[in-house]
């Protein structure tokens, strides 16, 4: 692997470590040119489906996009980044085990306001006010009523 500080390509692995979790490995490693020690991170590389908006255009799921959005919704509640995390992984395994290749935002615009709904009300009525984009008084009420 290159090195970021010399850009050596010989370097050594001095630790290897599976997450607690197992999800990932953190290796240490060494380059033999400079002697600086840097942090990989490997995860299995896995395929989401391609999310397919509103307009028909496609783009590859991002997990920093929802996470994000996730994060904007549960602003100032009492909400654990853990939590969050842990959402996200649910969200996202919903989506590895749909199999599909595609998927509407619609749908998942969906997952992330199911699981909204479980972490905190305020969150999940902020995001569906913007998500889905009220017409007038009426559909926000139903919404509140359906909670």
Same mark, same amino acid.
């Given at each position: 692997?290159?090195c ?6 010989e370097? &050594?692995?001095?630790?290897? #470590?599976? @997450?607690?979790?197992a999800?990932?490995?953190?290796r #240490?490693?060494?380059? /033999?040119a ?5 942090t990989t991170y ?8 391609v999310?397919v908006?509103k307009? $028909?255009?496609?783009?590859d799921?991002e /997990? $920093?996009?929802?996470?994000? @959005?996730?994060?904007l ?7 654990s980044?853990?939590q969050?995390?842990n959402?996200?992984? #649910?969200i996202? &395994?919903?989506?590895?085990?749909? $199999?599909?290749?595609?998927i509407?935002?619609?749908?998942? $615009? ?9 972490l905190d009300?305020?969150? *999940?009525?902020?995001?569906?006010s913007? *998500?889905?984009s ?9 919404l509140? #009523?359906?909670?």
């Open positions: 692997m290159k970021p500080f010399c850009g050596h390509l370097t &050594q692995v001095v630790e290897t #470590r599976v @997450s607690e979790d999800d990932f490995v953190r #240490r490693r060494q380059c /033999s400079c002697d600086k020690r840097f490997e995860r299995p590389d896995v395929n989401f489906p999310v908006k307009d $028909g255009s496609r783009a799921f /997990s $920093g996009k929802v996470r994000a @959005s996730m994060m919704a549960l602003r100032k509640r009492p909400v980044i853990e969050i995390d959402a996200l992984l #649910r996202e &395994q919903k989506l590895l085990a749909s $199999g599909l290749r595609e509407d935002s619609t749908k998942v $615009g969906e997952l992330v306001m199911r699981e909204l709904k479980k009300k305020v969150a *999940y009525v902020r995001f569906a913007v *998500y889905r009220f017409e007038d008084v009426d559909e926000f009420r139903q509140l #009523r359906d909670i």
